[in-house]
């Protein structure tokens, strides 16, 4: 038996989001391996052995993994959206370094619907000129850094997407992230408040950066902030295609 | 009979990419709107009418898919990849302005997977920490704005996705762009070509900036830099989740 890994995505959370290639491989799948809430979205099923872990441990479920492949098992790890965007794919990656014998097993990224599209999409088209995707999170990188890309990012003109905006464990930081953006945008920016899109908890909330309070984000919602150009049509927000 | 419309994404070329979202409202339209290749991706049926169109007439098509919708049509516009980057739903936005009547049709955005996520996930993880994505055509905007953007991106220390990156008719401005980056970034940052990713005719290449030529690119090419910490691991390219 020839193992194998699979890195896909399975979407923001609708099953209508989610590719037929990576239905096709759950269906190959002899174990499947990820956060708890991801695996949950998995059916089982007879000869598929489910490997749902706690957050905060990739680099440990990564191993699993590629120990379960190099066994010969066929072993998809699942993320939610893209696994490319602030998800399981680097983990698995970095689990690689050193080790050649996992480097030759066949690993393969299956690509999905990471959250800013989807929220995008329910909001409009906020996203529908040059843009960055900024992980708000600093469990992996120091706050500086973040402020940093949110400075650049605005004078730069870009549109901003961001993950993880803020955690019950430090809500500290989008509070300080609404500060720099506002005090970079001004008062006026729209900013967008799409939450769980494609599930049956989906809400979304436009408003302007003035108007913005942290408590309209958690850890479920991904924070659009416009370009200078981003406006409302209707009930939609959108951001023209040209500028300048 | 009312009509509707939707703006929807096909991915970047693979039907296992095409979510089930899109295969179930493509089965329901009346008329599908785009850009000739795209529409050329819908298979032809009784009861469906397909409009294909050049490039560069976003505006009219968006336009007419509007007018057909609100008389009555079931409209699906399609892009490749997703609506919302770089593609018609800003154009469908656009067109609703100033016009109440259009803004009340029943509108949606369907997501798809943007060209980015599948280059990314063909070349491993190098969009797995904070990134932007730029349209380095210049058609719609100024070569300094691009410039200014580039050079903010390289100070934030972003991974870089790029659409458009060469036309036939403006190569020169790939060539500015690759001189601009390796002035900010040095010779020795990963720059991977990814020409269309997952079709019969996907080519990946992973070289410095040092050692890369515009002819890597054309338009068929979405091109990733990655940021500081990009690196390779085995056949395969990432940036880790941790910085700084």
Known sequence: MTGW?????????????VTPEV?????????????IPYVARVAPRKGLTLHPSDNRVELDRARAALEMAAAGRK???VSSGDPG???????VFEALEGRPDWQALDTRVLPGI???LAAAAAAGAPLGHDFC???LSDNLKPWAMIETRLRH???ADFAMAFYNPRSASRPEGFTKALEVLREECGPDRLITFARAVSTPEEA???VTLGEATPEMADMRTVVIVGNSATRRVGRFVYSPRSAG
């Open 5 to 17: 890994l699979a890195i896909a995505g399975l979407g923001p959370g609708s099953d209508h989001l």
């Open 204 to 206: 979304l909330l436009t």
């Open 153 to 155: 990012a605005a004078k």
């Open 23 to 35: 239905t096709a491989i759950l269906a190959e799948a002899t174990d499947v391996v990820g956060y």
């Open 75 to 77: 072993v998809v790890v």
């Open 114 to 116: 990471t959250a800013m």
């Open 85 to 91: 965007v602030f998800a399981m794919a680097s983990a």
């Open 133 to 135: 995707c900024i992980n």
